[in-house]
């Protein structure tokens, strides 16, 4: 082998891996915040399992009338927000009348208080996720590992 056959090889190697590696990742359920303009989401992939879930968000800029629950969410699913505003966080539940696997997509959104992209960056990274709970359709706990809050 020459060493221009070589270094195909290699390079189709690492991409074969790094296919792999986010189909992988793909196949498992995740919860994440993500930055949006004028605030942030709270997004969801689900494993095929998953039928309910809830989960807080900590962030004590979060005002009533800031946040939409469940803005991406099938016709299947109901997510309810209840903010806690003495505590700083919005609890979010989704579940499903017929106990159907809730689908992709944005759980919550938030706007920010500000519109000023500084102070929006600011008021976003304080934002987390906490007690997060994921439940298959006979109310079995399918958390991931990496979002299960250590006790």
């Not at 962030?59 to 099938?74: M, R, T, V």
Request: one cysteine or more.
């Amino acid at each position: 082998m020459n060493t221009r056959n070589i270094l195909i090889l290699v390079v189709a190697t690492i991409i074969n891996a790094a296919a792999f590696s986010a189909e992988e990742k793909a196949s498992g359920a995740d919860l994440w915040i993500q930055n949006q303009k004028g605030g942030y989401t709270v997004e969801y992939v689900s494993d095929g399992v998953t039928a309910g879930l809830q989960f807080d968000v900590h962030d004590k800029s979060i005002k009533e009338g800031s946040f939409q629950c469940g803005p991406g969410l099938a016709s299947s699913h109901i997510a309810n927000c209840t903010l806690h505003a003495d505590e700083g966080f919005l609890r979010v539940v989704v579940f499903s009348m017929t106990n159907e696997i809730a689908p992709n997509g944005s759980l919550l959104r938030v706007n920010s208080a500000s519109t000023g992209s500084k102070l929006r960056a600011a008021a976003n990274a304080g934002a987390t996720l906490g007690n997060v709970v994921f439940a298959d359709s006979q109310g079995q706990d399918v958390t991931p590992a990496h979002l299960k809050t250590s006790k």
